[in-house]
């Protein structure tokens, strides 16, 4: 079993094994006409539960042939043009390369002694990324799992930098749309059930700041302390921005951290044509980024970034056996005493490989990219009125629902979308998501693939409409 340990003696099996498994991904990527094949839970569960554990089959190769039947033929690619549903963005080369040579180093991001190199590196990226953002020369950061992990650390900071009696006086202010990973950290950091203010948003689902400054008002007259405001960079639903230079300055008038949740719109700070879209965030306490939604990097790959390091001492430890503190005075860089996690993977190493072969603009003119093609969709959508659409894009989401000339009940209407949703699914043709708003059903495109054309929206608004009509007629069948 030695045979199997990545070590000097088995650098060939290494190479052979790792091509292997390669060219099985490549050969896919190559043959797959569809997103998706529609398979169901039910199909492909017995699959997975008829393997036995306990009966391994010794051989690279059977594994391989196997993975095909319980894996690589059903899932879903988010390189396909036609996957169009979550923030799941197609990958680019070099990032993948990097992936495959930090699992195999196996670096721990943890400690300068588990890692040497890569923490140097880490470092620079974060650099680089607060450069970006325009932080300042005091910023800092550390690479996390993911924007909801970032979001919980910016807000552990935030909370330790209020100045409070209890923590039942603490009051967290993000909008309406923000993402619900805030309501979760604020649970885990143990503020009470009412801690978030939930902030309305205008038409375009841009937090209004009017109400904002009468909440925060509201707040200090009630003697309670205004803890964090987490402006959406990029809402998860709508990719609407929230206006940060107006949230900066009353976070400056209430003496209150601002957080930038930048995870879906953080690909503007590579952009060459809508950097702008995002100013006023060079004016956040904190920001998270998710390199592994808008950087087209593989999951995952996140950050969070603050605008002074002093504040990283709030998530700071210190154990004998790992980063003394003597380490400190003796300018050891461990990356651990600014992270949440221990054991950390090198998945700074992904973005590295990627500026150094393609560069910043190389990833931003993708970016760039994705948010004309939402552009070309919203013409599209307006002008068509099979559809309602509900925002103009701001990043690259697209928001609507199929509106049938014939039908005016809104639940029957839900029940066409939800449908059309569901059936688009099964049939592995094209993935799209889904959302409510005001009450009602509506489907989305999250699109972050530079390959997806016009054409392609076009033909899965065609699909859609069809798949609606058939529930409406089977509906008006069944009715009669
Ligand atoms: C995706 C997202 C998150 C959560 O990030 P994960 O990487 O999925 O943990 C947080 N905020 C916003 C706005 C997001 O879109």
Known sequence: ???????????????????????????????????????????????????????????????????????????????????LAHLNCPVVIPAVLG????????????TWDQSAGGTLIERKLIDWTTARIGLGPVADGVFTSGGTQSNLQALLLAREEAKADTTAELRVFASEVSHFSVKKS???????PDAVVSIPVDQDKRMHTVALARELERCRREGLVPMAVVATAGTTDFGSIDP????????????????????????????????????????????TVDYHKSFFQPVSSSAVLVRDASTLRHATYH??????????????????????QTTRRFDALKLWMTLRVMGADGIGRLFDEVCDLAAEGWKLLAADPRFDVVVAPSLST??????????????????????AR???????????AGTKVQGRHYLKFTLLNPET????????????????????????????
């Open 422 to 432: 569901k059936a688009l699914f099964a049939s592995g043709d094209a993935v799209v």
């Open 186 to 192: 604020a649970k885990l950091l143990g503020l009470g």
């Open 244 to 287: 940060l230079p107006e949230i900066a300055e009353l976070c400056e008038q209430y003496g209150t951290w601002m957080h930038v949740d930048a995870a879906y719109g953080c690909g503007l700070l590579a952009s060459v044509k809508y950097r702008d879209r995002i100013d006023g965030i060079e004016r956040a306490d904190s920001v």
């Open 1 to 83: 079993m030695r045979s199997h340990l990545l070590n000097d003696t088995t650098a060939e099996s290494y190479r052979r094994s790792v091509t292997e498994g390669i060219e099985r991904v490549a050969a896919k990527l190559a043959t797959t006409t569809r997103p998706f094949t529609g398979i169901t839970v039910d199909a492909l569960s017995p699959r997975i539960d008829a393997i036995d554990l306990d009966k391994p089959l010794l051989d690279t190769t059977a594994v391989l042939d196997e993975l095909e039947d319980v894996y690589l033929r059903d899932a879903v690619y988010f390189h396909h043009p036609r996957y």
């Open 99 to 110: 992936e495959a040579i930090l699992s195999a180093v196996n670096s721990s991001l943890d």
């Open 319 to 340: 154990a004998e056996y790992l980063n003394p503190r003597r380490m400190v005075q003796e300018r050891i860089p461990n990356q651990v005493d600014k992270s949440l």
């Open 398 to 419: 697209l928001v609507f629902r199929y509106i049938p000339a014939s039908v005016t009940d809104p639940a029957e209407i839900d029940r066409a979308n939800l449908y």
């Open 453 to 480: 054309t016009v054409e392609d929206m076009s033909v899965v608004l065609d699909l859609i409409a069809g798949h609606a009509e058939q529930y409406l007629g089977e509906s008006l069948d069944r009715a009669s």
